[in-house]
């Protein structure tokens, strides 16, 4: 009844690709793989990048070949869409709560090796009698509120009393801590940064240090995003980074001293010249989010977006600097990359212009 999808051949170039799309050049994806794998080659920590960034196997499995021990993710059905490609080390850096998602977990247990991250004695308790009637078993991290106010005790004492109702529960192995530092992350001036993160990692080996001296072990120590990945990754104590906004980047993370590139573009089109000095584009909130301010147009002087709606994006020209026309197609940076890539249903993945691969963004929209 409808006419086919288009499906571009691979090989061509970019501009043949129909918009909007995500576009992720490889080459500079994979300068971004090498320069997270050649610090933690380095270092005692280890990198268990965060699925939430790109949410596609394909990207999770080129991490894991770089050297990252595991895969993060945030959601159950994330770790589903992990395990179905066969990812073997899997933490859901969150808490697992209510019968329907503990029973999947459950289940899901019987095919990897999951971590999951607690912060009250009755979830620890639901999953401890879940897994048992499942017959499986996970490994757990008592999360810490190193100072972000989401998730998370606050004292040495609480962590302790948690760490020992998971060690006594059967099916559930106490693996540790989790605590994210997201306060710290977007910090731009360096000085202030390193502190917030000293501060945070302060807390959380502390309380490791702590459980220890109780002679539970607490083999796990994660934390980290991709402003302080190299700050919390060097920080005594700590054994896993989570970081994932690394390997595409954005906007955001541009402003801050960081060694990588922006991989990660929206191809789109202009649809109308209404007048002069604007240009409307076929993208906009369901192509982009926003909350970390407007996407930034690449290559073109004197022209930006200044707004965006459901479906359309704003540009404006500076006159006598740039003509865009119907039909044109320009590209845009993210300001946040993994809000913008779960509204996309794959990625087109280019090198040096030319279209080498289509991946599918299995993990978007995975909310459960
Ligand atoms: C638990 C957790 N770990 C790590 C990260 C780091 O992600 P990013 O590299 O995008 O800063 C996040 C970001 O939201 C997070 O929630």
Not at 275 to 297: C, F, N, Q, T, Y
């Amino acid at each position: 009844m409808f006419s086919k999808r288009y499906t571009p051949p691979l090989g061509c170039k970019k501009g043949q690709i129909d918009t909007p799309a995500l576009l992720i050049d490889l080459d500079a994806m994979e300068f971004n793989l090498r320069a997270m794998a050649e610090f933690f080659e380095e270092s005692t920590a280890r990198l268990r990048p965060h699925f939430k960034t790109h949410k596609t196997p394909v990207i999770a499995h080129q991490q894991l070949e770089a050297g990252a021990i595991g895969i993060t993710c945030a959601k159950l059905s994330e770790a589903e869409v992990l395990v179905a490609s066969g990812v073997k080390d899997i933490l859901i850096a969150n808490q697992i709560v209510g019968s329907i998602k503990i029973s999947r977990l459950a289940d899901l247990a019987h095919h990897t090796r999951l971590i999951v991250a607690v912060d009250q004695e009755d979830n620890i308790r639901q999953l401890s009698a879940s897994m048992q009637e499942a017959g499986s078993a996970i490994r757990v991290l008592v999360e810490v509120d190193v100072g972000l106010g989401r998730c998370g005790v606050h004292t040495n004492e609480e962590a302790l009393h948690l760490a020992g109702i998971v060690s006594t529960s059967p099916g559930l192995e106490f693996s540790g801590l989790l605590g994210y530092e997201g306060q710290a992350v977007f910090i731009v001036d360096r000085a202030e940064r390193v502190e917030a993160v000293e501060k945070a990692m302060g807390k959380l080996v502390e309380a490791a240090n702590w459980i220890r001296k109780a002679d539970l072990p607490c083999e796990i120590v994660s934390a980290g995003g991709t402003g302080t990945y190299d700050i919390t990754g060097r920080f005594p104590g700590v054994t896993e980074v989570e970081a994932g906004s690394y390997v595409l980047m954005d906007t955001r993370y541009r402003q801050l001293d960081l060694p990588f590139r922006c991989a990660l573009t929206l191809l789109a089109t202009v649809i109308s010249v209404p007048m002069p000095g604007r240009a409307v584009i076929d993208a906009g909130k369901k192509a982009l989010s926003v909350e970390h301010g407007l996407p930034e147009v690449v290559g073109f002087e004197g022209i930006r977006l200044v707004n965006l709606h459901e479906e359309h994006g704003l540009i404006e020209v500076e006159p006598q600097r740039t003509e865009l026309v119907p039909g044109q197609k320009i590209e845009l940076l993210p300001s946040h990359v993994c809000t913008t890539v779960n509204l996309h249903d794959q990625f087109y993945a280019l090198r040096e212009g030319r279209l080498e691969a289509m991946w599918p963004i299995e993990g978007r929209g995975k909310l459960q």
